[in-house]
């Protein structure tokens, strides 16, 4: 186990993350994950030629893993919903747009990845 992961073990294991749903257009159960809200706005980076753009967007993280033990890329889920703490008066289901690769030192599979949202 890497440094890293033990990193991403304890922020996933506290209240920094909170429990989630996703859906996926090509997956026919919903998957149990957790994520951390970054629905108040989270800076994305674009590219626009030889400029960097950035924007502000609502979004969440996931760990790779944890998409890896559904065997879902990514790439799955757009298209599809994250319910934000589900059964709670703060629930939120967003739809996924797109999604940006947040690799850890060891690689994208022991990274994150940030889904850019729209609310449904």
């Known amino acids: 186990m890497s440094i890293w992961n033990g990193m991403l073990d304890t922020i ?26 970054e629905t108040s706005g989270a800076v994305i980076e674009g590219k626009g030629g030889n400029i960097g753009v950035q924007t502000v967007r609502p979004a969440c993280r996931l760990r790779m893993t944890e998409l890896a033990s559904y065997q879902v890329r990514p790439a799955d889920l757009i298209g599809g919903t994250i319910s934000l703490r589900p059964g709670t008066p703060d629930q939120a289901v967003w739809r996924i747009e797109s999604s940006v690769l947040k690799p850890s030192a060891y690689g994208e599979t022991s990274g994150e990845v940030q889904l850019i949202l729209v609310k449904q």
Do not use: G
Not at 29 to 35: E, K
């Open 12 to 37: 996933y294991s506290t209240d920094i993350a909170a429990p989630a749903i996703l859906t996926a257009p090509a997956v026919t159960a919903p998957m149990d994950v957790m994520a951390v809200d």
